[in-house]
């Protein structure tokens, strides 16, 4: 084995790909009982691949490797998302916008050869990675097959009853120019113009005859709202009270002499009217939210009771606002009034429908903000201006007119466009919803969760909690690279074709010869005939998480080799963003067409930082990048720090941290290097030892491996790879590289090479090579392939061919047994004391110097005394000697042993040194053949070789 792994491993890959090695391990795995699938989240089709990458498909690498070790079937088909915004955005830079210097279908097909073109960049970096799988036969969402089967799965979702259309509130960013879905949606800190806002009552004396209160004609009564969105003020059409919340009437602020009461939530008077620059609250009478309202009902008209004299007037338009009540009216701040524009909230939105006003106003009274973020033809003195820059217009005119109680500025926690960065804004549009609770998504979403197994099991939690809170999933988009919700709605009701069922088909078979243009270029009468006339093509394209969300469908079920039969699992794994990402849209999808979730078992990991926690950035310069880690210490080392880290976490990256991961590697790899090197010209076949025809030492080591893969199998099926990585560097460190290895040694160097000694030695070594091999195939993929090719006896040519080695015996696994090694280890490791003690003094070189007499209780001697002529093979001195308690001179060192007296008397050695073995021995020149040599090794190199029993 070589060093030089960024030198060596793309020779090896090319070996892999030559062979087709992927296809290999699927044919030998074929006839295997059960299958675990892991499906991959498709990563977007655009730019190079970064670290977080690199974490995301190394840890699929090794799920999938570890599972084939367990012998499962393991198939792995990769693949891409490819519509949406960012493949347009490329396109539009370079081509310009759909309708300007570009057709629609032209369009289309620049998205698709850019996509491909990233798609071949990434693939190059993936193989590089190490990670094996379908790659020259991928899914891309772009596939005109794929496309097709989405339009099948949305078919599906239609006929249980899930889909609907309408006229709601849905997240709009400017920038992308289309409604975006939740998971489209990440929070960020804004400044905002916080404002309080005078509403006037249109009859004074009847809002203050609520509070029994009587005032004259001049008095003006108002009900202030406070808002951090101005620009939504010329589509409000209410104020919302708390219904059970207790408002009192209060002195406010006078405008220009006249007297002005006001209407505040009793817990909030205090602190707005010191917004208002007014000392103290005085109350002049109190009522609940329930009895200021003047609830409007769907025609328009006042309730019984509650008659329209105690509506408001509208701070700028002469529009009446009727006073609502709401349950997301809280006292938390504000006024306890919220000012209420059903066309740019939800809750808004909700109570409007409650009480009528989405039916009485027309949709640009709702919303008169157009997709590009200005205020629509006809908006009355707002026309043409963009709202966030209207905002400044709005106060300017409230001032004036006097209705502005106070103005701040407020940092807060707002929504942005996870593409742009940039803020969004609720816009009400007629859009497409998967429905949550019509037909009970709900519910069954929820129920399938509990099924999953969730790593680590927070994850359950956190996608409970989004999915009972969410609103409908609002599915349509206003772009033109994306599969279309390819339906008919008829020009009058808008409602969908009732065969739409079935013309999802016929129009699905079209999309797989043809693509997505096949439903643009369709002439609607080819499958409506007369009834064309009646009904027009909708143009909007599904949310990309619905491209994503239906793989389950659309691969998984639809390719032999994925699809889940009984007793299989299949996996879902990705980053932590994806319980409101891909986890989400995938549950939501299964559960509407098939009642369960997609998945068995759901993974999670964390994004990767830098050593001081913080997110890569080019602008710090903390950006490691995959590529150069690969081309300046190999995969194997990157592979390596991504199973060492703990994934469920935030997982921390710099030069640094990877230094340390190369030096742990070259350990390991050096151990192995070792094994392999004392395995050379052993043959297996005729001369491999059974484990109970072992030397003692040997037996031991095997029994460490058969322990430590015993923890290695389990930690691999909990997906704890930290701890494998941890286990197999303490073997390779503790049990082999300070311990056994050491100490055989002598016998490996000094014993005939037949001899059963080096034999034994040898057996051991082959087992536990062949074990470590399959612990590190997941984990460092070259170097496990490397080892497999140089062990030594008649193999197959792939360590992936293979399951975990079944050739360690626990015969050291008995409680005596164990008792004994423990006594070893322990005298051993007080004996290494002492000697480090005279090393460090300069009494003696190695340990090989020192001659060690050990002074013990009885029962001590008893246990380890049949060991006496070899123990100094253990302790790697040249001669140790057992002597009573009574015996030990006053020099001796206690040895710190748990219910044990031991003593410890070391000396450097008068002997003369064989120059062989290195042991000094007395009988070194009683030899004349030969002077130089002790007479175990004469007897190793003239005679039939020393007896070893032992060590």
Known sequence: MKADLPGREPGMLADW????????????????ERAFIL?????????????????????????????????????????????????????????????????????????????????????????????????????????????????????????????????????????????????????????????????????????????????DDDTIVAVPIWTTTPWTLPASLAVSLGPELEYVLVEGPARAGQRVLLVL????????????????????GRTTGSALASLPLPTGEGVEGAGVQAGLKHPFYSREIPLLVGDHVTAEDGTGAVHTAPGHGVEDFSVGRQYGLVDRYSPAELNPVGGNGVYI???????????????????????????????????????????????VAFRATPQWFIAMDKEGLRT??????????????????????????????????????????????????????????????????????????AWATLDPAELLGDEAARYEKVSDVLDVWFDSGV??????DQHAE??????????????????RGWFHSSLLTASAMHGHAPYDEVLTHGFTVDQHGRKMSKSLGNVVAPQKVVDSLGADVLRLWVASTDYRNEIAVSDEILKRVADAYRRMRNTARFLLGNLDGFDPATQLLAVEECLLLDQWAVQQAYDAQAAIIAAYDRYDYPEIVQRVQNFCTNEMGSLYLDITKDRLYTMPAGSHGRRSAQSAMYRILEAMVRWLAP??????????????????????????????????ASADARGRWNDLLGVRAAVSKVLEGMRGAGAIGASLQAEVTLYADADTRARLDKFDDELRFFFITSTLTWRDLAERPADAVRADLEGRELWINACSSDAGKCVRCWHHRSDVGTHPDDPELCGRCVENVNGNGEVRRWF
């Open 17 to 32: 790909y030559a062979k087709d090695r992927y296809a290999q391990i699927q044919q030998r795995t074929a006839a295997r």
């Open 39 to 215: 499906h991959d989240g498709p990563p977007y089709a655009n730019g190079a691949i970064h670290i977080g990458h690199a974490v995301n498909k190394v840890l699929k690498d090794i799920v999938v490797k570890s599972k084939l070790m367990a012998g499962l079937r393991a198939p792995y088909v990769p693949g891409w998302d490819c519509h949406g915004l960012p493949i347009e955005i490329a396109i539009e830079k370079e081509f310009g916008k759909v309708g300007q210097k570009i057709d629609a279908t032209t369009f289309r097909q620049k998205c698709r050869e850019y996509a491909a073109q990233q798609i071949d960049l990434q693939r190059a970096d993936f193989k590089r990675l190490g990670v094996l799988g379908d790659w020259d036969r991928p899914y891309r969402t772009m596939d005109a097959k794929f496309e097709a089967d989405m339009l099948r799965a949305l078919a599906k979702i239609h006929a249980n009853g899930h889909i609907t259309r309408g006229f709601k509130p849905v997240h709009w960013c400017f920038d992308c120019g289309s409604a975006l879905a939740e998971a489209e949606i990440e929070y960020a800190d804004k400044v905002s113009p916080a404002i309080d806002v005078a509403y006037d009552a249109i009859d004074a004396k009847a809002l203050a005859a609520k509070f029994g209160v009587t005032i």
């Open 265 to 284: 939530a009793e817990a909030l008077a205090a602190k707005a009217l010191a917004r208002y620059g007014v000392e103290g609250v005085t109350v002049f």
């Open 377 to 423: 033809a006809g908006t009355p003195i707002f026309e043409g201006q963009f709202i966030w820059k209207a905002n400044d217009a709005v106060i300017d005119l409230i001032r004036g007119n006097g209705h502005l109680l106070a103005l701040a500025k407020l940092e807060h926690s707002y929504p942005h466009c996870w593409r742009h960065k940039t803020p």
């Open 444 to 517: 069954s979403a929820l129920e399938s969760i509990k099924a999953v197994r969730w790593i680590p099991g927070w994850g359950e939690e956190r996608i409970t909690g989004m999915i009972a809170g969410r609103p409908d999933w609002c599915i349509s988009r206003q772009r033109t690279w994306g599969v279309p919700i390819a339906m008919f709605v008829d020009k009058a009701t808008q409602l969908p074709h009732p065969r739409s069922v079935e013309l999802f088909e016929q129009i699905a078979q079209r999309v797989e010869q043809g693509g997505i243009d």
């Open 551 to 556: 793989t389950h469908y659309c691969v998984l």
């Open 562 to 579: 994925l699809a889940r039969k009984p007793g299989d699992r299949v996996m879902y794994l990705e980053g932590s963003d994806q319980h």
């Open 779 to 812: 984990l460092t993929t070259f170097t496990a392939e490397e080892i497999w090719q140089h062990l030594p006896g008649a193999r197959d040519e792939s360590v992936l061919f293979e399951t975990w080695y079944d050739g360690l015996a626990a015969t050291q």
